[in-house]
């Protein structure tokens, strides 16, 4: 039977209400999706769709229903992920315009629904805070406090509060006993702006920590714009939790997720758990990313909990899916899996996880489907062409914009394929070849197809990409130069790197402050907060 090809918003929020799986994908950029679109729709860019589809759709029959802005990628992505093998797939009548006139929400940025579930917590649970003068104030002072940031190490390493420590959020409630370990000192949770500070704090406070404890009101931004210098290059972290201390975290997560209605299921149910069929099972295993590569469970994929709460469409974009959380004590999976439960998602925790169960050491890797075979070449061949003749030859770097501004082969243009055509145009004429590389090459495989289909010229890859180019000793350059497509496979958080200006970093702050309202609005998250 032919499935619908078009969907329209109501259909969309009938299945949404219901709590029918559905997977709802912005196949643009990200920094257009940043700019307007529905509450639950998960950016899987059409670039992308061969290295994602698999791992974040993992059912084949899930429902599918893809986005635009009118460009013409919603359709192009739904035909690639019939090829893929997904049997439910339409398009989104109208795309984004669509759903705005038939009276749907916009949403701006990214992640909003962990970012809009965070000031629903705060405004339910008058989550208490400090501002950035209390809390310099309170160091200036001397006074017993301890500053834990709840953002992803490398957040924390380009900026944070002097003297903070990193302490990624689901670690918060295993190891703030460590660091503050008498119940006087006061505890302050910061990341850069404010979900990630809210739900900390809140997860201290549900879990029992005797402590008083606060969040740092609006993060690194609120600390900027109160004139106050930022910390760069600290490294900070936490200790191993004591026997006592991790006894106690682990009954107080238990206890907490028990209070949300998280299920249990134990290693002997999994599988019959993921063979039921029409559901789709997200299994994440909510450690450290370090922890996750020293062995890990068949079948997991790595989810740090802070991550994971903070960014939950792009984990797992099919909406009224199922969760399974492990880790090797239950404290980070019970504490992860209770603000999930709270989002409005069925999930459980693998019980009876011991350090022994996580014993496949090999490094994780994403289910893919086969390319169209390619020709490759390896970087003596493609230095020795472009010695020999630089316009002769072509370099199309698929890699991120990000790494294409931080490294590339000299003379490469930096292209998207949901921009192919008109990048393509840009590029000089009367080239006898186009050599296409990324990172690794791995998606410019992919991507060799679609350029052969657009020319006459031969398409060949470099193996092992730009960084077997660079191994080879093989010179490299940085910078914007040569762009055949715009730089906006990535949104600019307004409160990224060290150079953000004051009237951006505001205006997020204020996008935040409003989120309770859009949600009220959307009516469809189904979130509640225990």
Not at 293 to 300: E, H, K, M, T, V
Request: hydrophobic share 40%.
């Amino acid at each position: 039977m032919t499935k619908n090809l078009t969907a329209t918003y109501q259909d969309v929020r009938a299945d949404l209400l219901a709590g029918r799986e559905i997977a709802l994908l912005d196949v643009r950029e990200e920094d257009p999706h940043a700019q307007a679109h529905p509450l639950f729709a998960a950016n899987l860019p059409f670039g992308r769709i061969e290295l994602d589809a698999y791992t974040k759709l993992p059912r084949r029959d899930v429902r599918v229903v893809t986005l635009d802005g009118g460009e013409g990628l919603a359709a192009s992505a739904a035909a690639r992920l019939r090829q893929l093998g997904y049997l439910d797939v339409a398009v989104l009548a109208g795309g984004v315009d669509g759903w705005r006139d038939a009276g749907g929400e916009l949403f701006r940025d990214v992640n909003v629904p962990s970012k809009s579930f965070g000031e629903l917590v705060e405004e339910q649970r008058h989550t208490p805070s400090l501002s950035a003068p209390e809390v310099q104030a309170l160091i200036d002072g001397g006074d017993n406090i301890v500053i834990l940031d709840a953002r992803r190490y490398d957040e924390y390493q380009t900026m944070s509060i002097p003297g903070s420590h990193s302490v990624p959020g689901a670690e918060l409630a295993l190891r703030a006993r460590e660091l503050a370990p008498d119940p006087a000192t006061r505890i302050i949770v910061n990341c850069a702006g404010r979900t990630r500070s809210i739900i900390g704090t809140q997860s201290l406070i549900n879990a029992g920590v005797p402590n008083p404890v606060s969040a740092l009101r609006n993060g690194t931004i609120g600390w900027t714009l109160a004139g106050q210098k930022l910390a760069h290059g600290q490294s900070r972290t936490y200790p191993p939790a004591t026997e006592a201390n991790h006894r106690q975290a682990a009954s107080d997560a238990r206890a907490l997720a028990d209070r949300a209605g998280v299920l249990r299921v134990a290693h002997e149910g999994l599988a019959q758990l993921i063979a039921e069929p029409g559901r789709t099972t997200y299994l994440l295993d909510v450690r450290s990313p370090p922890e996750f590569a020293d062995g890990r469970l068949p079948g997991f994929r790595s989810a740090p909990g802070g991550q994971l709460v903070q960014e939950t469409e792009q984990f797992a974009p099919v909406r009224g899916a199922r969760f399974v959380l492990a880790d090797t004590d239950g404290v980070r999976a019970n504490l992860t899996a209770h603000w999930l439960r709270q989002m409005n998602h069925e999930v459980y925790v693998l019980d009876g996880t011991q350090a022994q169960h996580f014993n496949v050491t090999t490094p994780w890797s994403a289910d893919l489907p086969p390319h169209a075979p390619v020709e490759e070449i390896d970087p003596a061949t493609l230095a020795r062409w472009l010695d020999d003749d630089a316009d002769g030859t072509v370099v199309l770097d698929f890699t991120s914009g990000v790494n294409h501004v931080k490294r590339h082969i000299p003379g490469a243009w930096f292209a998207l394929r949901s921009d192919l055509q008109a990048a393509l145009a840009r590029v000089p004429a009367g080239a006898k070849r186009y050599v296409l590389t990324c990172g690794s090459s791995l998606l410019a495989r992919y991507a060799a197809a679609d350029v052969q289909a657009l020319t006459d010229l031969p398409v060949v890859v470099l193996a092992g990409g730009t960084t077997a180019w660079a191994d080879a000793g093989l010179p490299v350059e940085s910078g914007e130069q040569r762009l055949a497509s715009p730089l906006i496979d990535r949104y600019r958080r307004p409160y990224e790197g060290t150079d953000n200006r004051a009237e951006a970093m505001q205006a997020y702050l204020d996008w935040e402050f409003g989120l309770v309202a859009q949600l009220g609005r959307d009516g469809t998250h189904g979130f509640h907060v225990v």
